[in-house]
């Protein structure tokens, strides 16, 4: 039987515009579904807008609008964002639809006429920031205990739904079903807040005091409590009541993905409802940690920080994809910083992926192939132990995405084009084919291929890129699903890209350091026997010299890199410089370096250095300066000694 997988994102307020936590959650339900399309499911994706309710009304009041017109509006915001982000939901809702008020006005009926819901009068604490009532010993500081606003006193006639009846089967369906909802401390802790009576739930607001809302049907002075709309969304998106064929397709198969900040509506509320409307419980609920700068919540305004968002434009919205997917444990808090996006770019994505995809496509241009897909001839030792890396891959892929763990998946991946970048500096296919083209040939086929797998279980969190990939190796076809991704399918003979450059390294430019940096002259030396600095702080880093510390995101910001020396003459009236051109692999750059007193030029050529390539570039002497060679100033002598790897690497190669 064919797998289903139906992924849901929590409806977003229309109160403000998107912000980066919302793009995380529906860049992750996006990446989810491909995963899942790969591993051959049938799937379903939706988002959408909850637009009822008083924190919208408020907002369409402040701008002077009536609420229709202002989330008609909004909407366009979220809606308009998604394909800029390459994500592709199959339904857009929005809880202003008919067929969603349809939906919930169902829904209150039956439950009014089965007896789950009654009137009752009700005074004490509400909070309008976060729409529900308190009791006294809630109350933090005479305060609203979620959101610090004022509380008012009230009182009040009300619907309310028995969710007090569920307590008991809810406990039990969790205890019974472990993967229910997850991570595991999440688990716990809706089975703790369960330990506690819960009580029932007033699902009605007076239109006297609030009409933006979904009447009752069976009391045109009230409207629906936006939880209890908005929550049904996700049945109306499948057609409950309405069609039910297609409502069995995808009900009960459903992912609720949440932030971890609406696990009680989610877990509780919701499940209530579904029990008490005799629907089967979801299949998982996954809670997801915050994005954090300084230890806050990222919401639409930071004030001290670029809008994440706008990253997309600068960088481009797959290493922006690239970056949350990958650097977020599915389930912890994380912390967003452009310098560790940056960083992940330029290593995983330029260095590693870019890189290798590059050199190998050029490496099939310049040798005897004819540009296109060399033959594979037979396999020998050195080539099997890769050979079972690329094959292993999709089953690891495959295992970690469906236990969560999108970001090992990832790392999995990259490991093995680390593994195919490794297995192209041992058997040297550029040397090779000057004697034996049939063995580089076949050497080159296996990066093909493994490039190739590689692309396919990148192409749910990069799809644009690896669609790319795919085709620069000679893959003209689908992009390949599990079941038919087979070593050996690429075709030989198939033509490969000339020249490719998926992903450009980055410089990170922060506000440079206050505490004067020695102007550069292209060369770092150490202060002290034994110490390595670099001679201006990127990346806000203190003075690498000994007396602050650096943060983990900091260093992660140097991209320090393994060159060699192409070009290197003296630069005319300048007794100090040289000139250099060195090849980082994916480039070729121009430094320039103080260090002519110390090194003829003619040596240089062919030697490997190691660089600082995201440094701030500058003008010497006319000529532009982009990195810096690293060295080592000796402290008896003051002569320079420029550091190198102790053996040949690929130029490129990170140094970290
Ligand atoms: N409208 C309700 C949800 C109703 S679902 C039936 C709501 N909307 S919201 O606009 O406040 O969006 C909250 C969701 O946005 C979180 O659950 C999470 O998915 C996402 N995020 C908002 N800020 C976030 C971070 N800083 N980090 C990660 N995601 C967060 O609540």
Redesign the pocket.
Known sequence: MVERFYVT?????VNDRP????A??TILADVLRRYYRLFGAETFFVTGV?EHGQKVEQAARKRGLDPQAHCDDMQRHFRDLWPTLHVEPDDFIRTTEPRHVRVVQRALQVLYDKGEIYQKEYEGWYSPAVERFWTEKDLVDGRCPESGAEVVYLKEKNYWFRMSRYQQRLVDYIDSHPDFILPEHRRNEVLGFLREPLQDLCISRPRSRLSWGIPLPFDEDYVTYV?FD??L??VTAVGLWEDPQRFDTWWPAVTH???K??LT??CVYWNAMLMALDLPLPRHFVA?????VDDT???KSLGNVVDPLSLKDRYGPEVLRYYLMRDMVLGLDATFSEAALVARNNSDLANDFGNLLSRVTRMVHRGPYGGAVPERGELRADDEPVVAAIEGLKETVERLVRAWKVHQAIEETMQVVRRINKYIADTQPFRVVKTDAARAGTILYVALEGLRHAAALLWPVIPHKSREALDAVGWRGDVPTLPTLRFGDLQSGSPVAGRVRLFPRHAFEEQPASHGAPASTGVSAATKPGETKAAQTPAGAESASSKAMVTWDQFDALDLVVGTVAVAERVPKARKLLRLEVDLGSERRQIVAGIAAHYDPEALVGKQVVVLANLQPRKIFGLRSQGMLLAAEDAESGKLSLLAPDAPVAPGSRVG
Do not use: E, V
């Not at 912000?19 to 919302?22: A, E, K, L, V, Y």
């Not at 997801?288 to 954090?292: P, T």
């Open positions: 994102t929590p409806i977003y307020y912000h980066i936590g919302h995380y959650t909850d939880w908005a929550l969304n996700y993905l949440i932030g900040d609406i509506t989610h997801h940690g915050w994005w954090l919540k990222m919401s």
